[in-house]
């Protein structure tokens, strides 16, 4: 009986009656296997060897490469900088065949100069003995200064005897300086010592203004604070004046208000018609004529509320009467 592979995948802790060639076809099976996963193996690991090899002749190759490529550039510089030297040497040679033609045409010059040196030869001659005779000329010269300078050597010897004097002179002024210094040192310790008093003096009064000041300061403090109280009363009379005001209008509505509400009064004859009153400077009479209070005249109070008399006022002339 084979294996039955399905069976043993659904029960795998169940136990199979098997043939023994079955499991000899099945050993030799895995041992093929193992061999050739050792052949496999081996072959793997030749060809690791083979590619470490190969891997190794590629770096050096490379570094072979780049050691040819750095060679290369080494090459190319030193081309390079032995242009630069030809180019330079090229400009050398330009320049040198320059200065050459320069000092050709120096040398025709200084031929030039020399023929014409030579030609006046004779005039330097005839200028030379022209020169022997300045020189004499000087000589003659010199001689005469000489004696010139002689008399002024006398004239110094008699100034040194005049500045011999002024010395002996200024050295007696300069022992009077000293006396009259001295002197004057006296005088300004003596002024010195009337300085310290002075300071004293100075002092004292320094301490007096001092004390002064302090009295003037407590003094502008009392100011102050008067000046405080007094816009403080004077606000506070600000405040009764427009209350006494306020009140005043009030009084003044109210005298009207009482003016309207008074009977009209009543004459001789009855009532009294206000077209009767004529104006004695205009003659305006009727509704020219309008009756208001006389502040000036108090009849009586109601309560605290004055009653005031009449008076009549023309609205023509203003003449009130």
Request: glycine share 6%.
């Amino acid at each position: 009986m084979s294996v039955d592979w399905a069976k043993a995948e659904e029960h795998p802790n169940k136990s199979q009656k098997v043939e023994g060639r079955f499991l000899l076809d099945l050993r030799s099976k895995v041992n093929d296997l193992e061999k050739q996963l050792t052949e496999s193996r081996e072959e793997s690991a030749k060809l690791q060897e083979n590619l470490d090899a190969t891997t190794s002749e590629l770096n050096n190759t490379k570094a072979q490469l780049d050691s040819t490529a750095s060679e290369l550039d080494q090459v190319k510089a030193e081309l390079n900088e032995k242009d630069a030297k030809i180019n330079e040497l090229n400009q050398q040679l330009e320049a040198s065949n320059n200065r050459i033609s320069e000092l050709e045409g120096q040398i025709s010059d200084f031929e030039g100069k020399i023929s014409a040196l030579t030609g006046t030869s004779g005039d330097l001659t005839s200028q030379l003995e022209s020169a022997g005779n300045k020189v004499s000329e000087l000589e003659s010269k010199i001689n005469d200064l000489q004696g010139q300078v002689d008399e002024a050597n006398n004239i110094i010897s008699s100034k040194d005897e005049e500045i011999n004097r002024l010395k002996g002179e200024e050295q007696s002024i300069a022992s009077e300086k000293d006396a009259e210094i001295n002197r004057l040192k006296a005088e300004l310790e003596e002024i010195k010592s009337k300085e310290t008093g002075a300071e004293a003096q100075f002092s004292q009064l320094n301490s007096q203004i001092a004390e002064l000041n302090g009295k003037v300061e407590s003094l502008n403090k009392t100011i102050a604070e008067k000046d405080n109280t007094m816009e403080e009363l004077n606000k506070t009379l600000l405040e009764k004046d427009s209350l006494i005001e306020s009140q005043n209008a009030q009084l003044d509505s109210l005298q009207a208000e009482l003016g309207e509400l008074k009977p009209p009064e009543i004459g001789a004859g009855g009532f009294v018609s206000d077209e009767r009153i004529t104006c004695p400077m205009c003659g305006a009479v009727g509704g020219d004529i309008k009756t208001v209070e006389d502040k000036t005249k108090v009849l009586s109070y109601v309560g605290h509320i004055p009653m005031y008399a009449k008076k009549n006022v023309c609205k023509k002339c203003g003449y009130e009467f």
